[in-house]
Nanobody, 123 residues
């Protein structure tokens, strides 16, 4: 059983930056694809970015060029660097882990989820 704990959320002005972290425990971190998802008020949970066991990354179109996902297998941690934030990025951000799959952008493949961290971007 994998436990995930997010940190780094908060309130930031538009144009600012935040760095989210997610520390994993209870499993072999390097064997999991890791993803960041978000749910804005009144919207479905959506994929933000994923990083595979091999380091391949994939981003939602809305965050390409602004967000960067990375992982440190020695620290069992995945990061999401968020730059040029806009009010539309306001959401609860969730970290998630998936066993190896070729369909790593499919939300349903992610079996383990953190509690989420709130990101609020003011205009």
């Amino acid at each position: 059983q994998v436990q995930l704990v997010e940190s780094g959320g908060g309130l930031v002005q538009a144009g600012g930056s935040l760095r989210l972290s997610c520390e994993a425990s209870g499993g072999t971190f390097s064997l999991y694809h890791m993803g960041w998802f978000r749910r804005a008020p009144g919207k479905e949970r959506e994929l933000v970015a994923v990083i595979t066991t091999g380091g391949r990354t994939n981003y939602a179109d809305s965050v390409k060029g602004r967000f960067t996902i990375s992982r440190d297998n020695t620290r069992n941690t995945v990061f999401l660097q968020m730059d040029s934030l806009t009010p539309e990025d306001t959401a609860v951000y969730y970290c998630a882990a998936a066993h190896w799959t070729s369909v790593y952008t499919d939300r349903s493949k992610y079996a383990y989820w953190g509690q989420g961290t709130q990101v609020t971007v003011s205009s």
